[in-house]
């Protein structure tokens, strides 16, 4: 199985990178998690077919994670798309992609599609099924709009991958990444403390809870992008591949 970082980056294209947009492979499993305003010209980049992901799971509907959802549609219905596709986010995903396919491709959200589209709502400590994929959704905490947030632990063909969205600390992330082969953290700042994000100081300070087998770091400002070589830790890079 592996895990692709399409996109790596924060909503303000920090170092050139594109926003959050991972893609997972193994046998089965073919999935994205986040699709920021950036991805499907990432995904394209990486010569990875729209048309053969089965999911997406949204963390939130921040425009750097949830904003490429209506280019994907769109292009799927200029591709000729038949593969069944599952969206899966947070309460309201149903009417914020309406508002968001209007917005940016006005009617769009009402064409005609060839190919069958389904909307799951996650909310946190309910795990959902999703063909290949397990997923436990835990509440984060990022401010007071673009919510509800969440951050997901998927289990899929043997193996844990968690990822936090976007968050501050929050104590939800020590079950949400406990053991995970590979554990995802937003890592917006260095030491400095603000609201709605992490900083490495804080999750350093939490990892002997969270014991990952693996982790990396990702979503960095330019605060953490020019610590980047010393850091000792492993970091997201676009185009970025791991196998789990
Ligand atoms: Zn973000
Ligand atoms: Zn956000």
């Known amino acids: 199985m592996r895990l692709r970082f399409v996109g790596c980056g924060d909503a303000f294209g920090s170092g050139g990178r594109y926003n959050t947009c991972f893609h997972v492979t193994g046998e089965k499993a073919n999935f994205l998690i986040d699709c920021g305003a950036s991805s499907l010209p990432a995904l394209k980049r990486n010569g990875i077919s729209a048309d053969e992901i089965d999911l997406v799971m949204i963390t939130h509907f921040h425009g750097d994670h949830f904003g490429g959802l209506p280019f ?3 292009d799927a219905q200029f591709s000729r798309r038949t593969r069944p596709l599952v969206i899966a986010g947070p309460q309201g995903i149903e009417r914020r992609l309406e508002q968001a396919m209007e917005a940016l491709f006005e009617k769009s ?3 005609e599609r060839r190919f069958e589209l ?3 709502t996650l909310t946190p400590a309910a795990t959902a099924s999703l063909g290949a994929v397990e997923v436990t959704p835990f509440p984060m905490v990022h401010g007071d709009s673009g919510g509800p947030f969440l951050g997901y632990r998927i289990k899929v063909e043997g193996r844990i991958i968690a990822f936090t969205g976007d968050t501050e600390w929050t104590d939800a992330l020590i079950p949400l990444g406990r053991e995970a082969e590979l554990f995802i953290s937003e890592c917006y700042f260095y030491d400095k403390s603000v609201k709605n994000h992490l900083n490495l100081k804080t999750l350093q300070a939490h990892l002997a809870e969270i014991r990952p087998k ?9 605060d953490m992008l020019q610590r980047i070589d010393t850091l000792g830790i492993e970091t997201a890079s676009d185009g970025l591949v791991v196998e789990i």
């Open 214 to 222: 693996r982790l990396i770091l990702t979503h960095m400002g330019e």
């Open 72 to 74: 994907l549609m769109l």
């Open 109 to 111: 959200s009402k064409r």
């Open 118 to 120: 389904r909307l799951v």
